[in-house]
């Protein structure tokens, strides 16, 4: 799909030097993908089944309940998963809601 195409993979090194920049690093694993293999410093955890309302909600409830600041439509976002198709899915997901 075109939305895929647009999908730039990352390397670990590319993804800690984003960090650095303020981007906010969304992990769409299950919980229990987390519990068992470990989370990422500094990414949230949003499982791609509760995605698509995660970034449709009110501000003040994303914060409530992800503890982070809701990203504006403008934000640099990172998706990420184990394999990379989950992730692929998210970003079109995201973009579907009109995230650049």
Known sequence: SLCAAAAPNLSYQELKDL???NVLHIDVRERW?????????ESIN????????????DP??????????MPSKSDPVVFS???????KQALCFAM?????
Not at 33 to 41: L, M
Request: charge should be positive; hydrophobic fraction near 35%; glycine fraction near 8%.
């Open 19 to 21: 960090k650095k920049a």
């Open 33 to 41: 993908e987390i519990d068992r293999f470990g989370k990422i410093p």
């Open 46 to 57: 949003i499982p791609l089944g509760e995605l698509m309302e995660a970034l449709q909600m």
């Open 60 to 69: 003040r409830e994303f914060k409530e309940q992800y503890n982070q600041k």
């Open 81 to 87: 998963c184990l394999a990379g198709t989950r992730s």
């Open 96 to 100: 579907s809601l009109g995230f650049s």
